[in-house]
């Protein structure tokens, strides 16, 4: 076989085994994910330097555990998110699906990644060279819906061990891709249910212009993003660290952009005309927040929920300048420790991202 002039899009393709926080136990397959946009691997070695006194040059260069980061983006596209891919442990998507942060929380994801010829139309079969990063982290998550383009998820994955061609996690994946796959339901705008979500509106939230008969906003851009904050703990007599726990608690932000048409009107009081017992320093509210995205069938859904403690971190009112666009608010909002993500249909059906 002629050696490869390049990599791109239809040359390589992810597989995903989820672990146990132990790694005693694996899922029983590799999941494919469907509709992965692109994949990064940074690899950093972390050195420390000594020197010692009379002597200019180095004394040494102690080399600690290798830092491995790997992110993948996704489209929204009616199969299984990453997120439940790579936090499911032993049961797979079963056992991170409507589940909170602390349940799955120390479970690890194994992944591959297959790089085939760049004559070939499909990554399917044994990939000529292949990448193994065994016993990896989710490190960070974010889901993007846009009024223009396509939904998409995005993770990162950290760990400390990367192989190549070294079957570290059993033989090479046969890829199984097919030449012709298509998405079930690639997430547009109008893949926003509004019935089935609950978004952050009235007093310390997103003002609802008051002609809106269904009381909502002209939403233009939601992000909801965590970031676990990984740690490692290391031990004596052991290079590796034994294990990467989430730095409790967990910020969660999500963001809402809208078209302004009469302002923001969030109230920022300084309060100086109280004083006293009996007042309300307050400006702001507890809000609910639940998103979510429709499949192509009635039963195939993916919800992300934040719980009931959200509050509104910040709001930013732009645009509207001489240029001629539109003015726009962002309502930024903060919870901690609340993510759960439920998938159902489609959303949650092994079978369309089994390797068997």
């Known amino acids: 076989m002629a050696a490869n002039n390049r990599i791109y899009y239809a040359s390589q393709s992810v597989a995903l085994k989820p672990q146990n926080s132990d790694g005693s136990a694996l899922y029983s397959a590799w999941y494919l994910p469907r509709g992965v946009q692109s994949v990064g691997i940074t690899t950093n070695f972390n050195l ?31 199969t299984a998110p990453l997120y439940l891919l790579c936090m499911g442990g032993n049961t ?14 120390n479970n690890r994801v194994n992944f591959q990644l297959g790089v085939y010829a760049d004559t070939v139309s499909a990554a399917t079969g044994t990939p000529t060279h292949y990448v193994d990063c065994s016993g990896m ?14 939904a998409t998820e995005d993770v990162t994955l950290v760990g400390n061990n990367k192989i190549w061609n070294s079957g570290i996690l059993g033989s090479p994946t046969n890829f199984r891709v097919s030449a012709t796959e298509s998405s079930p339901s690639t997430a547009r705008r109008y893949s926003l249910s509004y019935p089935d979500s609950v978004i952050p509106t009235g007093v310390g939230g997103i003002r609802v212009p008051a002609d809106r008969t ?14 676990l904050g990984r740690e490692a703990i290391n031990e004596l007599g052991r290079m590796a660290p034994y294990f990467r726990y989430v730095n409790f608690p967990v910020e969660v932000t999500s ?3 809208v078209i302004a048409s009469d302002g923001d009107y969030v109230n920022a009081s300084d309060f100086a005309d109280l004083e006293g017992c009996g007042n309300t320093y307050k400006n702001l509210e507890d809000k609910s927040i639940l998103v979510t995205v429709c499949g192509s069938g009635a039963g195939d ?56």
């Open 48 to 78: 420390e330097q000594i020197f010692q006194l009379g002597q200019l040059a180095i004394y040494d260069q102690i080399e600690d555990v290798p830092e491995i980061e790997v992110t993948l983006n996704k489209i929204i596209d009616g």
């Open 92 to 105: 797979g998507i079963s056992g991170a699906n409507g589940l909170g942060l602390a349940a799955v929380a």
């Open 137 to 150: 982290y989710l490190s960070s998550v974010s889901f993007t819906i846009p009024v223009d383009g396509s």
């Open 214 to 227: 269904n009381g909502k906003p002209y939403l233009q851009n939601v992000t909801i993003s965590s970031d």
């Open 255 to 257: 963001e809402f952009e």
């Open 301 to 356: 859904s993916m919800s992300i929920n934040l719980g009931a403690k959200n509050k509104l971190t910040s709001v930013n009112y732009t645009g509207g300048d001489t240029g001629g666009g539109n003015a726009t608010i962002t309502y930024s909002f903060q919870t901690f420790n609340d993510l759960v993500v439920s998938a159902s249909g489609s959303f949650a059906n092994s079978t369309l991202v089994a390797d068997a």
